[in-house]
T-cell receptor, first 112, second 114 residues
């Protein structure tokens, strides 16, 4: 059975801390892994990772994929209260490219 | 440019009723996917439509149906509502449903069943 597992499920930090969110996957015919941020409603796209070992960066956020060990991490440096959200990991597999397989998400809370 | 728009924002129904949710994709996007998200869980795939044809269906009962119109907007219908159908229903669009590319989500419709 295809699985996408995120850890931790929740995390509480103070502003300025650095956090690492984890996503492991077991899917047949893996194609790509995506990270989304969900505050109240719409998940907003952060990164899509297809190749192993290539880091993607956007400001204080960065992510990397390890296709050998079947996991990805999302790093957030110098956290701010506006980073408080649920971070969702999702994968594409096979030829079903309209379907994302999501993990349960990590609830990040950043205190001032 | 407008993002993915969904209507209505909130909806309250009773058991046994029927509901129709609507989605307009980003301009130029031809693929629409529907997801159900219950509290504390990640979104679960319901349907994908691309070029007005159903291209994928998740593990949902036949009470769930959908369609896509010539302008690529989409409707999700749910019949004989159950309490367990209470959830956030998300619509996502992408340019092509046959390429590895990000899906962009709308704000969702919050459906509550009493």
């Amino acid at each position: 059975e295809d699985k996408v597992v995120q850890s931790p499920l929740s995390l509480v930090v103070h502003e300025g801390d650095t956090v690492t969110l984890n996503c492991s996957y077991e899917v047949t015919n893996f194609r790509s892994l995506l990270w989304y941020k969900q505050e109240k409603k719409a998940p907003t796209f952060l990164f899509m990772l297809t190749s192993s070992g290539i880091e993607k960066k956007s400001g204080r956020l960065s992510s990397i994929l390890d296709k050998k060990e079947l996991f990805s991490i999302l790093n957030i440096t110098a956290t701010q209260t506006g980073d408080s959200a649920v971070y969702l990991c999702a994968v594409y597999r096979g030829s079903t490219l309209g379907r994302l397989y999501f993990g349960r998400g990590t609830q990040l809370t950043v205190w001032p | 440019d407008a993002g993915v728009t969904q209507s209505p924002t909130h909806l309250i129904k009773t058991r046994g009723q029927q509901v129709t949710l609507r989605c307009s994709p980003i301009s130029g996007h031809k693929s629409v996917s529907w997801y159900q998200q219950v509290l504390g869980q990640g979104p679960q795939f319901i349907f994908q439509y691309y070029e007005k044809e159903e291209r994928g269906r998740g593990n949902f009962p036949d009470r769930f149906s959908a369609r896509q119109f010539p302008n690529y907007s989409s409707e999700l219908n749910v019949n004989a509502l159950l309490l367990g159908d209470s959830a956030l229903y998300l619509c996502a669009s992408s340019y092509s449903g046959q390429l590895v590319q990000p899906q962009h989500f709308g704000d969702g419709t919050r459906l509550s069943i009493l």
